[in-house]
């Protein structure tokens, strides 16, 4: 099983900064894309960003586009989200989602963290 810790979260003032991790730990032999998603209250989960392990590109909601940063150590399986210039439409719960599979002849599955909240204040 893959486990995905997330920390970071947090209240901050509008325009404020915080900055998520993510460690994946447990029985795995592969972790490819790494992502964060958030939901909002009475939304939908929705992308924020991801970045692949290889070739470290990157994806972004247009809505955190220059604000956020994604970022990865792979040598400790670990995502990062820096969070810049933060407005309380920012506010949800960010989950860290990675892909990744237990043995060589496993299929690749995603896996998710437990969330952490993020709570912008106006």
């Known amino acids: 099983q893959v486990q995905l810790v997330e920390s970071g979260g947090g209240l901050v003032q509008t325009g404020g900064s915080l900055r998520l991790s993510c460690a994946a730990s447990?029985?795995?032999?592969?972790?490819?894309?790494m992502g964060w998603y958030r939901q909002a209250p009475g939304k939908q989960r929705e992308l924020v960003a991801t970045?692949?392990?290889?070739?470290?590109?990157?994806d972004y909601a247009d809505s955190v586009k220059g604000r956020f940063t994604i970022s990865r150590d792979n040598a400790k399986f670990t995502v990062y989200l820096q969070m810049n210039s933060l407005k309380p439409e920012d506010t949800g719960v960010y989950y860290c989602?990675?892909?990744?599979?237990?043995?060589?002849?496993?299929?690749?599955?995603?896996?998710w963290g437990q969330g952490t909240q993020v709570t912008v204040s106006s």
């Open positions: 989602n990675a892909v990744g599979r237990r043995t060589y002849v496993s299929n690749y599955s995603h896996y």
């Open positions: 447990g029985s795995f032999i592969e972790i490819t894309v």
């Open positions: 970045i692949s392990s290889s070739t470290r590109s990157t």
